[in-house]
């Protein structure tokens, strides 16, 4: 199915405005309805031994708030009115993954920030790990400094599961902009041709729906699968990298494998990543 509907997390800095310039392209090539949120949640202040805090500290924190809260709607209406199929707003007093999470169950796709320059950790700043496990969407990942996403290439990094499986699936409408898709495979057995028989399926299968793609089966000859993987996207000039995330939680932390914790914290590309 199309994605008729994106979601894009949106706070008041400069690397938000070029996320939402990417949101906006890709609602317009899509003709998706473009919701833009914002969300932080008032740090609670250090009180002193006694426990004491000072209310006029909470009271100007909840001003700093719904300060950035109102800057941050302003660049989003500023940088969205181009979205043919309309656009909505949405803001609130929350901490950000809270937020996101409850408004993805109205989107296809929901856009991020990889990295930010905020330094108030969850109560300003989204958890792509967290997110991506939890909501049940994919989730697209704008490194900083990316200012544009063309999509003229692709890279799906195949391996035969569930994950990987549904982020192909999830993919679909991003994929079908594209002019060039490559389902690659890491080898790390030789004597394995499992993964480039799957990778070859999955490249008929995108076939199928008029996707140009491609299968390439590479063995491992760098460091780490995660390794060869970029350095795969990099010959191609890939603007973006598909893959399915993988972790597991343990005491409400999630843990992940070497590949999705690179692909999510340190990758210079773009991602979409599917639970």
Known sequence: MPSKVLLVHVDNN?????R?????????RLGAVLI??????IQPPIGDPSGYIDGSLVELEREDVERELAEAGTQFQQVAGTV?????????I???NLALAQDA???DLLIIGRSSSDNRGVYRTPSAGDLVMEIGRPLLLVPEGLTELNLERVLVAWKDTRETRRAVLDALPLLAL???VVVLAVRENEDDDEERIGAEDVSAYLQRHGINSHASCTPLQASSVVDEILNQADTLNADLIVAGAYGRGRLREWIFGGVTSTLLAQTPKACLLSH
């Open 94 to 96: 929350v901490l950000p």
């Open 105 to 107: 169950r109205s989107a």
């Open 36 to 41: 833009g949120s914002a969300a932080a949640q």
């Open 14 to 18: 400069e690397e938000s405005g070029d």
């Open 84 to 92: 043919q199929a309309g656009t909505e707003w949405r803001s609130g």
């Open 20 to 28: 939402v310039r990417i949101a906006a392209s890709l609602a317009n």
């Open 178 to 180: 594209a002019k060039e």
